[in-house]
């Protein structure tokens, strides 16, 4: 008998949404021991689903059709008590939030201990026994002191270990994981994976594990469910999907993922540089009046440099202090010592109106594309807004920006649009094309395609290779993501913890990394044996 | 496998499917019902301050010892400015003095109506300069919040009376009076606002667009803090015009012959076992004024600001 059985589930959306329904006649099942992953883009109705099985749809998305089967027990229009009484202990659910999934106010031991005292009748020994020896599993360290700290206290891994420990503490049959991992570190990700496999294997837990991510599917997955607006396209079991895929849409997306393999590229080594770093560094200092004095390093003795028609990637996890780079080279913030050299002048230290006239010569693109552009102006406003700042008529920077939509393959007939209207991918094109309109030397890309779904990443990523080539420009890319790294960099800087500990060129480093760190970041890239995109 | 073009990928992609319609905020905001009630309301009542010499009034000012202390509907005489008497139907009775409490009660309404709109405005206006200033000029923020700070500590009330018995005066004086302890409150909602904005990536590119520093104030942060304003805006309208009433009704406000609500109950006060609708009428007024206001901005945050109606 299946843990999970999904029988044309059928969710309603609200009407006024772009589709009819999230989740459209959805079949599948999870087997006992065994891990499926469901598969898709931001707004495929992954999560939906499984909000559907937790029972925790919110009232607009009603189920209209079809049935849950949980060991049998048809949970479809179960009562909300009988819901309560089903979850943790036969199924259970881990979130993607890691710091706000848990209860802040209290600590970690006690929210295990609340899920044991609402459902089992064990008294505080036998409890706290049981805390201990579930937290010991997720290995976690000094469990005694771990389960009376607070999750503010906690790393985004640690949290996700104790989130898992409440999920599985009373051994549920079924566990629903909605990406629990995409907020981490790639290195903690692989351990958190690797928890999970061992976990599962060891109690025979049927895994439905929500991922957009086929690094990841390739890794865990023992089957594959493929979602696309709320249809399940292809489900099969890992190679047959992933090796041979049957529909379209699958082979799109597993085609979009980009390889580790480095493209090969000739960069001319003569090509003049336009922008260094020498000894660059940025130190963030507490201001208090009261307290001792904190300084922390955000990034130590950076060299650098990026030449014309070619693409530095720096490459690193959260808080290794990439983006503070990229911020002190556009002078957003002020570095604490060394030099920015652009075009020769040294721009670190230099005072606001002198650095005014050098800022065109330097643009960036942003992550998120929902807070790159202000709301309250139109696509249009965004784009002169730089061209007309340095007196280019309006006439001509409108003029400027009809061109650079066509240039970004956009309509230019949608400029009189707001941000609002377009989707993540065009918006991320509309950043691009506002920060060409001020014809820079230096294109920093900051994580530009991460908030991207994979398959317009794919399409971001060519433009702004053919957008590279086209202008010569010079690109700093800046990632976490080694894939992408690997498909648009010539050259390639790797930190940690502030620091450059290895840079070279691309086929180097992805090649033949040298230093520890970055072996250690290729060794826990989600689905590196597997060979995307070229396969 | 045969990786498709790009071409491929955008019929594909879900993203080419997503067409999103804008919606305007004057729909949004419309179809609330609040802001249609309170709207209506409103409506009406600045159409009584416009219209009200037309209404059946005679100007607030005028007296007629004849027709003292005159109970609701009864017909009585009053002299005009000319000297000549007329016949006059007192809709809401007279005061001790013999004046039309009708007439009194539909003039102030203007008074009411004027000092809410123009305080809430000149509040926001200078707050709003001073919120800018301190959430994106640090090193102006500790010297200006610690003023704003000493501000707040002081009862707006007492502010307002202390402001007005310094000053001594007309209408300019009291709006003047009551706006400034509202300042405070409005210097930090922009502050705070300002302090979130500015940490936007839109602003940052806006920056590194070489765009100027009041450009980028005017331009891209106020623009976007304005929800919230136009919210508090209604709540210190509704404010004000309270405030103006209990200036008034404590006698330290706008002088005793002019029409205004609180001056009309200060003078009823009085007598009041014997006539209550000296009190009652515009009391009525004030109330139903006060809470059109606050439904309108309920309905605005609704609308406006939904994160904010989830804290509040």
Redesign the interface.
Known sequence: MSVLEVRDLTIALPRGG?RREAASRVSFSVQRGEILCLVG????GKSVIAQGVMGLLPKGLPVTGGTILLEGEDITHATQRRLRELRCTRMSMVFQEPMTALNPVMSCGDQLDEVLVQHTGFAAAERRRKILDMVREVRLPDPERMIESYPHQLSGGQSTRIMIAMALVLEPALLIADEPTTALDVTTQAQILKLIQDLQARHGTGVLFITHDFGVVVEIAHRVAVL??GELVEFGAKDEVL???QH??T??L???VPTLKPQARAADRGAPVVLATRGLSKTYRDRSWFAKRRAVPAAVDITLEVRRGQTLGIVGESGSGKSTVA?CI?R?IDPSGGEVLLGGEDIATMPAWRL??L??R???V???PY???????TVLEAII??PR??GLSRAAAVERARKLMALVRMDPESLD??P???????RQRI?IA??LA?EPELLVADEAVSAL?V??Q??VL?LLEDIRNRLNLAMLFITHDLRVAAQVCDYVAVMSQGRIVEHGPAGQVFGAPRHEYTRALFAAAPGRDFAF??? | MQAPDPKQYEALSIEAAVVRRQESVWQRVWRNWSVRIAGAMLVVLVGVAIAAPWLGTVDPTLFDPGSRDLVPGKTGEITTLDGETIKHTFWMGSDSLGRDIYSRVIYGTRVSLIVGVLCALLALALGIVCGLASGYLRWLDGILMRFMDGLMAIPAILIAIALVAMWRGGLATVIVAIAIPEIPRVTRLVRSLVLSIREEPYVEAAISLGTPTWKILFGHILPNCMAPLVVQGTFICAFSILVEAILSFLGVGLPPDFPTWGNVMAEGRQQFNDYPHNVFFPGVFLAVTVLAVNILGDGLRDTLDPKMAKRV
């Not at chain 1, 883009?41 to 495929?44: F, K, L, R, T």
């Open positions: 772009d883009e931001s707004g495929s696309r607006l090796k041979r895929p379209d849409y082979r799109m597993i085609g979009s911020r556009l957003l005014r006239p800022r065109r330097v643009q960036i942003f992550q998120d807070r790159s552009l202000n709301p309250r102006r807004e730089g700042n340095y649009r707001y609002q209207q377009f989707s993540g991918g065009q950043c506002r920060a001020m779904d398959s317009v794919a399409q060519e995109g070229s396969a």
